[in-house]
């Protein structure tokens, strides 16, 4: 392959409006309205039975993904075109279908190209449902 069939690198912006987490236009989507926060971003949301894993209890994979995208978010905030680059999540409570929930994410450090966040998921309570620490690549 010769320099002018290349590829050139593509520059990945956060923001779509398809995005399956936060997008205004996908409708199977969770879209999720995300807000500053002094220190990060958070969302308030009820997750849907179309997210089910087990009966009544959220998926997992949508639990990780809420986690990650108000992670993402807190870096787009604070300027940061990031993507994830690791993404270690507890679950600690099931999150419930038709149960309101509060995502929160802030970033903790900063080194190199590298930004370290952390997310937390909790019930109209208080309690921790989950949590999540990220390294995101800028």
């Given at each position: 392959m010769s320099e002018s069939d290349a590829t050139p690198p593509r520059t990945v912006i956060k923001g779509s409006d398809y995005c399956f987490a936060c997008g205004i236009d996908n409708e199977q989507g969770l879209r999720l309205k995300i807000t500053p926060t002094?220190?990060?971003?958070?969302?308030?949301?009820?997750?849907?039975?179309?997210f089910e894993g087990f009966h009544d209890v959220i998926h997992g994979g949508i639990v990780a993904t809420v986690l990650?995208?108000?992670?993402?978010?807190a870096c787009r905030l604070k300027g940061y075109n990031a993507l994830t680059a690791e993404l270690t999540v507890r679950y600690r409570r099931p999150l419930l279908v038709n149960v309101p929930v509060q995502a929160e994410a802030r970033i903790t450090r900063e080194h190199g190209r590298l930004v370290f966040?952390?997310?937390t998921i909790r019930d109209e309570a208080g309690e921790i449902l989950a949590t999540a620490?990220?390294?995101?690549m800028r």
């Open positions: 002094e220190d990060g971003c958070r969302t308030v949301f009820t997750p849907q039975r179309r990650d995208e108000v992670i993402a978010w966040a952390e997310s620490t990220a390294k995101m």
